[in-house]
């Protein structure tokens, strides 16, 4: 069968096609041609629903397929060879992959009597080989490409095979592929100097088809698929290989109260180490089948500022500083900041920039944020992120900041994070803006685009690299970016210019090399995947991330060899410890099995008391009372699951839900003088007040990860005492009643996170208790002194640290700043105090170290009302503290003209 170029140009009828329609391989296991889109290939014995079960889409896609899978049924084609394709605007076609499949005669007409989604008068592009053999149209597609426009690609002769890699899964430079000789892959030139050659050897059609996160293959230049999409919130989210699945670390929440810069870098080589083995050997997700690239979506490094928001559970902190150095240590750990450039183990992607706090209308939120916020709040992890630790990439959020959204601002891709703070800025460069799924999409629905081929525009101008379509435009981005260059709006100089930044990342990851693992990652094996190594550091980052609320009278740690009751909701569930974002995971222990498994020598017996978090029913309340009087001491596991809050879902109040409240009155009712220890798992702040006035004991897990309930057992009966500290206030549950949802402005009374809060909160920030006791004592007095004209400038004191108790344990010090004079005012609004340091120490009994801390001046700098960042003549007050109970102060004098560290903001 000849090969032809082209789209298919059809009226209402009948079409069987003798010759198959060329074009590029798509991006997933069904392929397109023409002006087709929203594709689907029909699985054998599994229809597709008549409409999209999510609810996101128009539903043509789906009763295309679903008609689709009625012919190829009918007509005894086989269905795992069907394909469906919904065009952009004109016709339903039904397809196969398989030639020799074809029925001998053409398929009875069946004409489409809905709207197929899209504009008619829209240009579109090919993107697949199959041959279509059944059209359903109500008018023809416009023909690729626009006139005028850019010249449309000749048809290529039939593409050379991509050599296949026994362990690497691309290989476009590998010996006899169809590019190995041209310049792009040879290693004696700069990597500049290849990129440049590489993107002038691309058609304007295949230009395009790198400006979304799932890239459609080059086979006239040997170059796959890739995609851009991927997670790594706190672990690869890829499909386990057999029994051997990705490392899942705790949720963010409960690394943030880790406190241990270490343990965030150790927790980033290790999903940096997993995900490039799924690269190196072509391995790939669940979701669509997407190969595992060489970038990771990782670290979220919003701010926790309201606690109701639905995605408190993937932010690490409340505070800017703390998210900051949690953010660099984990993207070091990822891109191997340890090796010489211009090599990259991954790329890491920050989210969300530059304000994402709710879920309710996320997709049209607009914040109104003041310039002071966002320099002090807003910007600071992000850009500690990005200066200090090589941040690669970052995702711009579906929010619009003062009216102008995240994915469309010259000033927040360009200016600022290009400019002043040098995202890809390096020898070498190479760097990615990707938008969040849908955020381009939604810039007209934000009103601030008319239309697609504008919010295209718009961010492509802005420098947004590459486009998450998964929620919004679907190919149709292919015809907005064609409609903008036909329009001029946009032009092909700055689709190269992105095209540089994120090939470039490609190159420095060694993928154009022509022994794909020669590099210094060549030798990451998928036995890392999941290994007995990384399970031990999950398990360890496990005992960190608890936090010890309560201990009254030593409740804790129990003694084994008792009877202990475990009640709640969740004690027998694994999926209520692990968190989210991620695809596959191992086996996980719950609660109840991981208390069982510690108690030697007694016995555990295990009651729900509600089927499910939300539930309200007291109908298991009569077991629950049986099993507290029957025990010895009690373990009462309350908390909140995905059902109550996650992405695309807020809560309405910070405490439990009733029903989890009832069961906790009726355990504390009926256990009496009993022993009564609470844990919690959450993602967000829980505010409890009941349990910190009446429970024994009260142990903070956040989500455990893979290592589910064995920490928890762990701590409870003393087997480690490696507590963290809080990474955000716990407020009174009336708090909510004063702060408005989607206001984000931090300073409005009674204040936003412990650095402007004015009220007593239930918990505060870094708060957090130990099985031993440790003591602080100045080392060294007198004032320290800083020039405001010297930025390279430290001062140093130092603070002794002793295990006063009669166990080993762990403590976390904290260093803060706060400002005395001049007063903070209106125009002023410096914070109550700002974290500027800290530090995890170990510690057998009797045994002390010297902790040190170096404000800079950036800690003792002011931010104006314009966002500028000065310093200038002023007194401030160092207090060095646990988090809670007694510190040591320090006086810093700052002397000198005023300065200005960081410009105005300009949004």
């Given at each position: 069968?000849a090969?032809v ?66 012919l ?14 919904e065009?952009a ?34 240009t579109?592009?090919g ?96 170059i ?15 499909k ?30 290790v999903?940096?180490?997993?995900a ?14 997407r ?17 109701r ?5 993937e ?28 090599w ?9 920039f ?9 997709f ?14 807003f ?10 630790g090589?941040?690669?990439g ?11 959204p995240?994915?469309?601002s ?28 849908g ?55 700055v ?41 031990q ?15 009254r ?16 909701p ?6 209520a410890?692990t ?66 809050c ?14 989890q409240?009832a ?12 022993p ?19 429970a ?12 589910g ?55 505060p ?110 007194v ?30 300009k949004?």
């Amino acid at each position: 069968m000849a090969l032809v170029a082209g789209v298919v140009v059809s009226t209402v009828g009948s079409h069987l096609f003798d010759n198959i329609t060329w074009c590029e391989p798509g991006p997933s296991l069904g392929c397109f041609e023409g002006c087709h889109h929203n594709v689907w290939q029909i699985k054998a014995g599994s229809p597709p629903p008549h409409n999209d079960p999510s609810g996101r889409d128009d539903n043509s896609r789906y009763r295309c397929a679903f008609w689709c899978y009625g012919l190829c049924s009918t007509h005894s084609i086989a269905t795992a060879d069907c394909v469906a394709a919904e065009d952009a605007g004109s016709h339903c076609t039904c397809g196969t992959l398989n030639a020799s499949a074809l029925p001998s005669a053409a398929l009875s007409n069946s004409t489409c009597n809905w709207a197929c989604r899209g504009n008619h008068s829209e240009t579109c592009g090919g993107n697949c080989a199959y041959q279509p053999h059944h059209i359903a149209c109500h008018s023809g597609p416009v023909p690729w490409p626009p006139q005028p426009g850019p010249t449309a690609p000749p048809a290529p002769p039939p593409p050379t095979p991509i050599r296949p890699m026994p362990r690497n899964g691309w290989g476009a430079c590998a010996p006899g592929n169809t590019s190995a000789n041209l310049p792009f892959c040879d290693p004696t030139l700069s990597i500049p100097d290849r990129v440049k050659d590489f993107i002038s050897r691309l058609t304007i059609a295949e230009k395009i088809a790198r400006l979304v996160d799932m890239q459609a293959a080059s086979p006239r230049l040997g170059i796959p698929e890739y995609s851009w999409n991927i997670e790594g919130l706190h672990g690869v989210g890829a499909k386990c290989l057999g029994a051997r699945c990705p490392t899942i670390f705790p949720a963010p929440p409960g690394l943030g109260a880790a406190f241990n810069r270490s343990l965030w870098r150790s927790t980033g080589e290790v999903i940096g180490d997993e995900a490039r083995a799924y690269n190196n050997y072509g391995q790939t997700r669940e979701w669509q089948n997407r190969p595992v690239g060489i970038n990771i979506w990782v670290p979220n490094l919003n701010v926790n500022v309201e606690p109701r928001g639905g995605r408190t559970k993937e932010m690490p902190s409340e505070d800017p500083y703390h998210g900051g150095q949690y953010g660099t240590e984990i993207v070091k750990g990822i891109q191997g900041a340890d090796v010489k450039p211009p090599w990259i183990k991954m790329a890491a992607a920050l989210k969300h920039f530059a304000v994402y706090g709710i879920e309710a209308s996320r997709f049209t939120a607009n914040y109104n944020v003041s310039a002071h916020d966002l320099q002090s709040t807003f910007f600071p992890g992000f850009r500690e992120a990005v200066v200090s630790g090589g941040a690669l990439g970052y995702m711009c959020s579906y929010s619009s900041v003062n009216g102008v959204p995240s994915c469309a601002s010259p000033y927040l891709e360009t200016e600022l994070m290009r400019g002043e703070w040098g995202l890809g800025n390096g020898s070498v460069g190479g760097s990615y803006i990707v938008s969040d799924c849908g955020a381009v999409n939604n810039i007209v629905a934000k009103h601030f685009a008319a239309n697609t081929s504008l919010a295209t525009a718009l961010a492509l101008n802005a420098g947004t690299d590459i486009v998450c379509n998964e929620f919004g435009m679907g190919n149709a981005y292919f015809t907005s970016v064609a409609a903008a260059l036909s329009e001029n709006i946009t032009s092909e100089a700055v689709i190269d210019a992105s095209l540089v930044r994120s090939t470039t990342l490609q190159f420095r990851a060694g993928l154009f090399e022509r022994e794909p693992l020669s590099g210094p990652f060549g030798n990451i094996t998928l036995d890392m995947v999941g290994s007995e190594a990384h399970a031990q550091l999950a398990l360890d980052a496990g005992r960190q991330s608890l936090v010890l609320l309560k201990n009254r009278g030593d409740t804790l740690p129990l003694p084994q060899a008792r009877h202990v009751a475990v009640i709640g909701p969740t004690v027998n569930s694994s999926t209520a410890l692990t968190g989210s974002y991620f695809e596959a995971i191992g086996p996980v222990p719950t609660l109840a099995a991981a208390v069982a498994a510690v108690n030697l020598g007694g016995s555990t017996s295990m009651v729900l008391g509600l089927p499910t978090v939300t539930s309200t029913s007291t109908s298991g309340f009569t077991d629950v009372i049986a099993a507290v009087q029957a025990a010895d001491y009690v373990v009462l596991a309350l908390g909140i699951d995905g059902t109550v809050c996650g992405e695309g879902k807020d809560r309405e109040s910070i405490d439990l839900p009733s029903g989890q409240a009832a069961l906790l009155n009726t355990t504390l009712l009926a256990a009496g003088s009993k022993p009564v220890v609470v844990v919690l798992t959450n993602g967000g702040q829980l505010s409890v007040p009941v349990a910190e006035e009446r429970a024994s004991a009260i142990i903070e897990a956040f989500f455990p990860g893979q290592s589910g309930g064995t920490p928890i057992a762990e701590a409870i009966f003393g087997l480690h005492n490696s507590f963290g500290k809080l990474p955000y206030t716990v407020y009174q549950p009336d708090y909510i009643n004063e702060v408005s949802l989607a206001d984000m402005d931090m300073t409005k009374p009674p204040g936003r996170t412990y650095r402007y809060y004015t009220g007593v909160p239930l918990y505060p920030f870094g708060y957090g208790l130990s099985y031993t006791n440790f003591s602080l004592e100045q080392v060294q007095e007198g004032p320290l002194r800083l020039n405001t004209h010297s930025e390279d400038q430290s001062a140093t004191i130092s603070v002794k640290v002793t295990n006063i108790g009669i166990r080993a344990g762990d403590e976390v010090v904290f260093a803060f700043m706060s400002r005395v004079a001049p007063a903070p005012s209106p125009t002023d609004p410096s914070a109550i105090k700002q974290l500027f340091g800290f530090e995890r120490v170990t510690l057998e009994p009797g045994a002390s170290t010297l902790v040190t801390f170096s404000p800079t001046l950036r800690d003792v700098a002011t931010v104006r009302e314009d966002g500028a960042m000065v310093v200038s003549e002023s007194v401030h007050r160092l207090s060095v503290s646990k988090g809670h109970g007694d510190s040591v102060t320090y006086t810093v004098h700052v002397y000198g003209s005023l300065h200005t560290l960081s410009p105005a903001v300009k949004i």
